[in-house]
């Protein structure tokens, strides 16, 4: 069985950073690529960043360009989102997802996390 | 940026009703569209990928159809574990999902 499970999540000020992780487990997590998808409170999803499974190539969406960055570590079956200069317009359950298959176009999210809250306030 | 948009955005349907769902997308985006459902507090899952194509696990009354621009989740008769907000996502262009369809119980 597919499991992802997130952490990081915390109440953070604004310029502040933080580092959200996302352990997966019952599949080959280098196979894959990986998702960061984010829900602020009562809106919508929005897309957020995309790695390969391999991690040779991401994407990030243009509303947290320059301030966040996706990562994986294969070896401990790792996805990491790094955050940075937080605004509170990033205040949101982050949730980790799996891609499909190994790259990251064309790509659809057939198992998700539970999310991890980011709140960014002072 | 390919923007999706889905109507309506909320609708009322009783248990046993045929519900269908639009979305459109900006552009062309062949049949590079999935769908989800989400419960309250709980994480989205995936119900249909490219277009039409059923999720494993996913029940035979969610079908998907549509190509181009102009794309339909339908369900078609409506159990009470079906009432809860239904997103669209186009994966042809980067990543964009719809702003949702909450389908509530009437």
């Known amino acids: 069985e597919v499991q992802l499970v997130e952490s990081g999540g915390a109440l953070v000020q604004p310029g502040g950073s933080l580092r959200l992780s996302c352990v997966g487990s019952?599949?080959?997590?280098?196979?894959?690529?990986m998702n960061w998808v984010r829900q602020a409170p009562g809106k919508g999803l929005e897309w957020v960043a995309s790695?390969?499974?391999?991690?040779?190539?991401?994407s990030i969406a243009d509303s947290v360009k320059g301030r966040f960055t996706i990562s994986r570590d294969n070896s401990m079956n790792s996805l990491s989102l790094q955050m940075k200069s937080l605004r509170a317009e990033d205040t949101a359950i982050y949730y980790c997802?799996?891609?499909?298959?190994?790259?990251?176009?064309?790509?659809?999210?057939?198992?998700w996390g539970q999310g991890t809250l980011v709140t960014v306030s002072s | 940026d390919i923007q999706m948009t889905q109507s309506p955005s909320s609708l009322s349907a009783s248990v046993g009703d045929r519900v269908t769902i639009t979305c459109r997308a900006s552009?062309?985006?062949?049949?590079?569209l999935n769908w989800y459902q989400q419960k309250p507090g709980k994480a989205p899952n995936l119900l249909i990928y490219?277009?039409?194509t059923l999720q494993s696990g996913v029940p035979s009354r969610f079908s998907g159809s549509g190509s181009g621009t102009y794309f339909t989740l339908t369900i078609s008769s409506l159990q009470p574990e079906d009432f809860a907000t239904y997103y669209c996502?186009?994966?042809?262009?980067?990543?964009?999902f719809g702003g949702g369809t909450k389908v509530e119980i009437k």
């Open positions: 997802a799996k891609g499909f298959g190994v790259v990251t176009k064309y790509n659809w999210f057939n198992s």
């Open positions: 019952g599949f080959t997590f280098g196979s894959y690529a």
């Open positions: 790695i390969s499974g391999g991690g040779e190539s991401s």
């Open positions: 552009e062309n985006i062949i049949n590079y």
């Open positions: 490219v277009a039409s």
């Open positions: 996502q186009q994966s042809y262009s980067g990543l964009t």
